[in-house]
DNA sequence: TTCTGGACAGTCTGAAACGGACGATTTCAA
DNA sequence: TTGAAATCGTCCGTTTCAGACTGTCCAGAA
């Protein structure tokens, strides 16, 4: 009812209701874990918390409350629907964001060790290569189960971009073996610019 | 000093302090949008308020205040390097996270109409050819620079990753046009869903 | 000169997001 | 039948966040 402002957060709430239908916090919690969660968390209280203001602004309805494990159940109203809609419809203008300290650790190789970024390359070889089967087997599960295959296409960017990352960490891993990286010139001027902090 | 905890914005502070040398927090503003705030956006604010957190934590030291404009110049401690240079060596956990927005509405896909789906499509297509340009056009400008150029490895991640995005966002606008997608009959059964619930 | 607009630099605030501890409930196997 | 593990929910203190706001400096117009 009352103007409310709505996060991307709301909107996956929201959505998420409106695909499953009627869901208490600890099913969404669990839907998004197995979806939109790979791609960006969302901490668990808020699944508890955002519900309650997006009923409080008449956009869903609390349907029923269970006695002993006191769970809520939430509907999407109509007027949800239409914000959820609204918003669809909407462009995007913000621009996607990487999140990933790997990358925040390479940025600054000039003022870490070879080994260093050696051992980060591989673990991160690891890792996308762990995200990558995992990401196939899913796709593999689900790929005859029409009811979801719509949502699947969302996989499909995942795997990209676990692939791109994968290989450029197999060419930074390479890099680094052939000495290449990182490079000398540069972690020496940083080396003595150190030495002249302490 | 006392024992703070430390997260990745403090890292990327310590980290920038430590490449640059001496830096107001405007410089940093200006540093970190220039760089690893194309993958990772710290809000302004922050990055005056974590320098104190850090000078009270030991590991930045207030070097200067001058006069009028009142700047502060932060400078890096042997503490605050060696901070750093622990965090730099230690594994990565946690996965990359991709807080894209359209990815999320392509994920309601069912609950969208085709036309909103081609709109999605179109923007993003648009979206990430812009960025893939400028990209491009940083890594030809700093390319013979040899003082940043170890740091011009994370574009190349950056490129890779908009290069996987746009071939995938590419294929949804095909797919859009073909009308394969959003898939109709699960279009269809979101609709009863839609219209049971009004 | 003074005025004024725009770039530059920093502060403040309230609301979300976060994460992790904790408490309660249910299930199920020993 | 009991108690360990899995399930479900709340709470709380920080941190993050966006964006409004304030002040400073400089250039060029009046």
Redesign the pocket.
Known sequence: MSS??L???SYVVLGMIALRGPS???DLK?AIGRSVGYFW??????L?S?PK?LEHAGLLELEEEQH?????LYTITGEGETALRNWLSEPVNAHFELRDVAEIKLFFNELATPADVARLASGQIEQHERRIAEYESMQKRYSDIDDVASRMVTLELGLGMERAALDFWRDVAGRVERGEFPAPPAREAARRRARKAT
């Open positions: 409310v402002r996060s991307t957060t208490t916090p600890y669990r968390s969302f901490p668990h209280a808020q508890y955002e203001r002993g494990r006191r769970r809520k």
